[in-house]
Structure formats: C-alpha cells, structure tokens
C-alpha cells in the first residue's frame, strides 16, 4: 500500500561536508518504508508530522531533481548525494514504479556522484546505471586524487544472525541475499563498505557477534565498515523506542530491563557506551583488516 505525494524539492543541501559518509546531498524518492524495521528512528516523535505507516511516493521526484541539478551544475556545486538517508530506496514497490531508477538516470545525466545505501538485492536491477555513474560523475575538489570512484555503494545490517533479522528487519532482504549482493558489487569493481549500524545492545553489538559481521563483511568484499549504535525516540505506540521495547519484551525479555536501563531517559545510550563500541569495532576491524572510514585519508 502506497500513497502518491507531490513535492517542490527532493534534493536537500547538507549545511557541512559529511565526513562520515562523505555526502553533500541527500535524495529521499519516498517518505516511511516499507522494510518496517522496529529499530528505525524514523519511527519516533522527533520526527513527527510524517505519516510512516503508509509508504509515501514522490511522484513527481525525478522532474523536479532534473531541475535541482541543472541549477547546481551551472553553479559547479557538484557533491555525492546521499540516495537513502532516511528510507531505503529500493522499496518492493520500486520495482514496479521505477522511481529510483528514473533519478539515477538523472543523476547521471548531471554527472553527480552516489552513496546509496540499502537493505534490498533490488539494487541489482540498476548495476549497469551505477557503472555509468562510477565512471563518469564530476567528484568535488576534496575527493580529487584522493579517490576514483563516482558511487558509494553501502549495505545495512543490523545482524548477521538471521533469526534476529527476521525479527527486527523484517522487510528486509535477507542477511544472505545482502552478503551475496555486497560481494557481486565488490567483483564488479565498486567501492562497496557495509553500514553496521544499529547494532542492538546485548544482541548484536558484543564482541563475539561484532566479530563474525566485521569477518563476514570482508570475506564479501566490503572494503569498509562503519559502526554505530541505537537510537531510540518517542513514547507513543508507533514510535520507535516503544516498538523496539514491545519487539524485545515478546522475543527477548531477558534483555530488556538492561535495555532500559541503558537508555533511561535519553535517546542514545551513555558515551562511555558509544567510546567502548567504537574502541571495539576499532580493534576488530583491524583483526580483520578493513577500514572503519569509507576513505583512509581525513579530507579537508
């Protein structure tokens, strides 16, 4: 189910440089998703005023991006642009609608470069277009000599633990299906780094689960990981922090008083949580010798 939106911008200019995913823009071709993650944030009342429960098309999307583009390229404002940043673009409606597809096609007609990021093996319909995006986008002076590539092709997980997907992700293709895509990308040549994110806290974010996704990312050919916890927003059913805690009191309540505990009354849990997964996703990277960065060099 589906509901038809007309916008007057889809391409959002970021007030800085990204430096974690590298993007000046974002394009979202819908609002809510259809992959109904539990965790997902955009499921909470920060972000209210968006009706997530229904997926919302941009149909006039690709017109109004064409003319976006046209304006920053006589300007010479040429930046990656984020394809996914708040919902996945490869809906399994988009297969039928093709509204991805269709901005792609104008991205690379104004030679932009690309990071996408999804959980659907529906990105292999568009292969041949990402090519042609990798090798002909214009790249901003900051990445000049510093990388030769025009996409950023990025695969969120989660968990590699299919009954945990099943669970939390689950709209999503499958854990399998993504480590198969991730490394048909990667054998085709593309800058391809999975997005670990969010681990779950005392399901999927302990060293011993850490380290069988950072091992299977590699073994796929990811060439980098980036790892980030939870965020939890909201105290109204639909929210997220009140989905995710409904998902673990009926599939994991042994979890759930510590969970709570972690977060208290905040969205994010404690700093010292964040600096301990970040120094450990750090040391398990190294044991397996992938970047924790898209690029090794800091860019200006």
């Given at each position: ?113 690309v990071n996408v990021n999804t959980k ?181």
């Amino acid at each position: 189910m589906f509901r038809e939106v007309k916008v007057k911008s889809v391409l959002n200019k970021l007030k800085s440089h990204d430096d974690w995913f590298l993007v000046d823009y974002t394009v979202n071709p819908f609002m809510g998703c259809a992959l109904n993650c539990t965790y997902c944030y955009i499921h909470g009342s920060k972000y209210g005023g968006e009706d997530t429960s229904v997926l919302q098309v941009k149909t006039n999307a690709p017109e109004v991006l064409y003319k976006q583009l046209k304006n920053r390229t006589r300007k010479g404002e040429y930046g990656f642009i984020g394809l996914g940043s708040s919902t996945d673009p490869y809906p399994p409606i988009e297969k039928e609608l093709e509204i991805t597809r269709e901005l792609l096609k104008i991205i690379y007609r104004f030679k932009f470069p690309v990071n996408v990021n999804t959980k659907s093996t529906l990105i292999l319909r568009d292969m041949e277009l990402y090519r042609k995006i990798d090798e002909n986008a214009v790249l901003p002076r900051r990445f000049q000599g510093k990388m030769d590539h025009g996409v950023i092709v990025s695969f969120s997980f989660s968990t590699v633990d299919p009954v945990l997907a099943g669970i939390f992700e689950p709209g999503a293709s499958t854990v399998e299906e993504r480590l198969v895509t991730t490394q048909k990308f990667s054998d085709e040549g593309f800058l391809v780094g999975a997005n670990l994110m969010p681990l779950l806290p005392f399901l999927t974010d302990t060293e011993e689960h850490l380290d069988e996704m950072i091992g299977k990312m590699k073994e796929h050919g990811a060439e980098f990981v980036l790892v980030a916890g939870l965020t939890l927003f909201g105290d109204e059913p639909s929210d997220c922090k009140v989905r995710y805690y409904d998902t673990l009191e009926k599939h994991y309540p042994e979890v759930l008083p510590e969970t709570r505990k972690l977060f208290g009354n905040s969205f994010a849990p404690s700093r010292k949580y964040q600096h301990d997964l970040a120094k450990l996703s750090e040391k398990l990277a190294l044991k397996h010798n992938i970047r924790t960065r898209i690029l090794t060099n800091n860019l200006e």
